[in-house]
């Protein structure tokens, strides 16, 4: 017995060091890219229920390594980690807003770590990019997930409210896969929530999913918020989130996140209120 429980922990050690390894050598890789600036920004349209039209989109950053993209669900924890996720939030804050001035009236929402929110610099920053480029503070969304929430330190409080001061908008991103509660909803006041994909996944095939879809949009209109559902693949799931009260859809069935030049290709001719 004692010969397997060591040979269990060697196995166990092995692993986690090939892992430590694997961290440290993509962190090295993204302190390179970001040197480089390539991290990228690609484009999702946020879309009007009704019409379809566009009203914004979404940034969300590319990573093309050479040894092939990398998923954002993977170097975003490294760059958290790291202590890179405020230089990287900050090169896609830039990248969306240089371009954004470009389309006029476009809306651009950002993704904004939890951690940026700490810094006490971040509302300035953010003023002096939107400055740098005139671009409309009420044009940007700030996307904000509930870890914000949970970790009630001041300094992400008051870079809300210093946000919100400016005029930018502030919203609640992948509300229902987690804790964020209705009272934080109430106490944030933010401008607008995203319904996570995980709420939408399914309700074709399950009736209670879709109660619970159908109850979620209202419960957050029922606070004056307004509701964007994302993760919209399919006919069925526009149509049953437009009909539950969601006035704005975002999902591949609309369309993928698209490079600048495919935005501009295919969206940019049409207006949205
Ligand atoms: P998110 O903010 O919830 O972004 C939506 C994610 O869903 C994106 O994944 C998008 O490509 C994907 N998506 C869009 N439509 C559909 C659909 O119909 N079906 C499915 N299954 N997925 C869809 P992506 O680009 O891989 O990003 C993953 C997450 O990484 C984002 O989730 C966000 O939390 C984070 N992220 C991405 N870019 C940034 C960034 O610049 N800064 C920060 N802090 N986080 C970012
Ligand atoms: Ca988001
Ligand atoms: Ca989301
Ligand atoms: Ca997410």
Redesign the pocket.
């Known amino acids: 017995a004692k010969h397997g429980s060591d040979g269990a922990t060697v196995v166990f050690h092995a692993q986690m060091e090939a892992e430590l390894i694997e961290q440290a050598k993509l962190e090295q890789q993204l302190v390179e890219a970001l040197d480089r600036r390539e991290?990228k920004?690609?484009f999702?349209p946020v879309v009007d229920a009704r019409s379809g039209d566009l009203c914004g989109v979404?940034?969300?950053?590319?990573w093309n390594s050479e040894s092939g993209p990398i998923?954002?669900?993977v170097f975003?924890p490294v760059?958290?980690r790291a202590g890179l996720?405020g230089i990287?939030?900050s090169q896609?804050?830039e990248e969306a807003v240089a371009q954004g001035s470009r389309w006029p009236g476009l809306h651009i929402a950002?993704?904004?770590?939890p951690l940026?929110l700490r810094n006490r610099y971040f509302a300035g920053g953010l003023k002096a990019t939107l400055d740098k480029f005139g671009f409309e503070p009420n044009r940007l969304t700030i996307?904000l997930?509930e870890g914000v929430l949970i970790s009630n330190a001041d300094q992400a409080k008051r870079s809300i409210s210093e946000i919100k001061a400016l005029g930018i908008k502030v919203a609640l991103?992948?509300f229902g896969s987690g804790f964020a509660s209705i009272g934080s909803l109430r106490q944030f006041r933010f401008d607008r929530v995203?319904l996570?994909?995980s709420l939408?996944?399914n309700i074709e095939h399950d009736a209670q999913a879709a109660k619970v879809l159908d109850a979620t949009i209202k419960l957050v209109n029922a606070l004056g918020v307004p509701v964007t559902v994302?993760?919209?693949?399919n006919r069925h799931q526009a149509e049953f989130a437009r009909q539950a009260g969601s006035h704005q859809l975002?999902?591949?069935?609309f369309s993928?996140?698209l490079s600048k030049e495919e935005l501009a290709e295919r969206f940019l001719r049409r207006d949205c209120l």
């Open positions: 991290i920004a690609a999702q979404e940034a969300l950053a590319r998923a954002p669900d975003i760059a958290e996720i990287l939030g896609i804050l950002v993704n904004v770590s940026q996307e997930t991103d992948d995203k996570d994909k939408v996944a994302e993760g919209i693949e975002q999902g591949y069935w993928k996140p």
